[in-house]
């Protein structure tokens, strides 16, 4: 007779979530490919997302960091520069500093790709995976990016918009300030497993502060 009590296993490719920094760990379990922490953005660090996103100025940086070792401070001079008279921008710089610190720290990065965009437009508007090892993603205003739990799409139908699910319960939303990290295809034994995931749509005049960090060696 089954047990009515037994817990149930979960899927071989399944998803990580909690309310504290130590979920981001999870990203190296075999058979995760998100972890997602749940954070609250500081109140200063919102207000300063939203005041960047009111000037309706463009910005798009991009800068490589070096992380020789554990102990190396994050070289972020220049980054959003132009806003650097914004309140918020010194704890803003802060918490970047800090993700970038801890991404290097959990998958040893040394060299790390950044990229702070402002966006009005969906960047990837259809569901597909990337072709990475590890890539963070953190929206510090605006609507975060979506996915999708295994099996919800077939694979073999990525890329094409009428295989994409519309139920509005199948897509799941990272919430602003939340932090992601979406395992590829390119970790080693992640082949055909990497979280499908899309930018969101955005209306017209709508817009985002996204950040992402990729693991370039």
Known sequence: ???AYAPTALPL??????????????ILDENV???LWQRQLPVHIVDFGALLLSLDEPLADAIVVEMPNEKTQPNLQGLASRFND???YTGFIADVSWLVSAYACLLGAKRIGLRLRALDKAMCPRFHVDHVPVRLITTYAGIGSQWLEEGVM???QLGHQQAEPTRA???QQVNAGEVALL??????GNEGAGLIHRSPALAPG???LILTLDWLA
Do not use: D, F
């Open 206 to 208: 709508e817009r985002r």
């Open 86 to 88: 914004l309140e918020g």
């Open 154 to 156: 077939e694979r073999s």
């Open 183 to 188: 395992k590829g295809e390119k970790w080693q």
């Open 13 to 26: 490719t399944h998803q990580a979530c909690g309310q504290t920094p130590e979920v981001m760990t999870k």
């Open 169 to 171: 319960g199948l897509i």
């Open 33 to 35: 490919n998100l972890a």
């Open 1 to 3: 007779m089954m047990n």
